[in-house]
């Protein structure tokens, strides 16, 4: 069985006002990401959208020093970005909305036990940011023995280099296949 975790595609990392945006990076794959996520409902395949959600009071928390606040909770920043948050709006009861606090969607969530509940064994990741959130991610993914598909077209960063970079990676350290 398979999953999609799509990750962070949200407005405050997609739109050029964004405030930790890909920009134009992240916009270009709105299409490619979203026919991916239909797909995937359209097969009745679990689909999670795992999302940040920040508290910049939160003092403890390691990302409010290293980046302004973000994908706060209770704002539009949070909210999915593009035709992806009409097609959850028009699909929720197939989607599965993920809250998480860092930057691997495994991270303090119940993400493993959803997936192992289901008898998912193949993870297929697309979303921002490719050597961030997504590799995090892939990352855990890896060592909790999960087989990876990572989308090429449905993945981006505001970082070019970081972004081939973790292409690599996925390939030849986590032994994903690249499509
Ligand atoms: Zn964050």
């Known amino acids: 069985m398979k999953a999609l975790i799509n990750i962070d595609y949200t407005y405050d990392f997609v739109a050029t006002a964004g405030v930790l945006t890909t920009g ?3 916009q270009k794959i709105e299409a490619a990401l979203c026919q991916v996520t239909q797909e995937f409902i359209t097969a009745g395949d679990f689909v999670v959208l795992a999302v940040d959600g920040h508290d910049p009071h939160d003092q403890y928390h390691p990302e409010n020093k ?3 606040p973000h994908n706060v909770i209770g704002t539009s ?5 593009g035709q992806l948050k009409n097609i959850y709006q028009e699909h929720q009861t197939q989607c599965y909305w993920l809250d998480k606090r860092h930057y691997s969607a495994f991270c303090g969530t119940d993400l493993d036990l959803r997936l192992r ?9 697309v979303g921002v940011c490719t050597d ?3 590799l995090h991610t892939a990352v855990d993914a890896y060592n909790l023995g999960y087989e990876l598909v990572i989308h090429e077209s449905a993945v981006a960063s505001f970082d070019a280099t970081g972004h081939m970079w973790a292409l690599n990676h996925f390939k030849n350290t986590l ?4 499509i």
């Open 24 to 26: 134009l990076a992240g």
């Open 175 to 178: 032994g994903a296949t690249i």
């Open 117 to 125: 509940e289901r008898k998912i064994t193949e993870l297929h990741l």
């Open 77 to 81: 920043g949070r909210e999915l970005y």
């Open 132 to 134: 961030i959130c997504v």
């Open 66 to 68: 290293l980046f302004p």
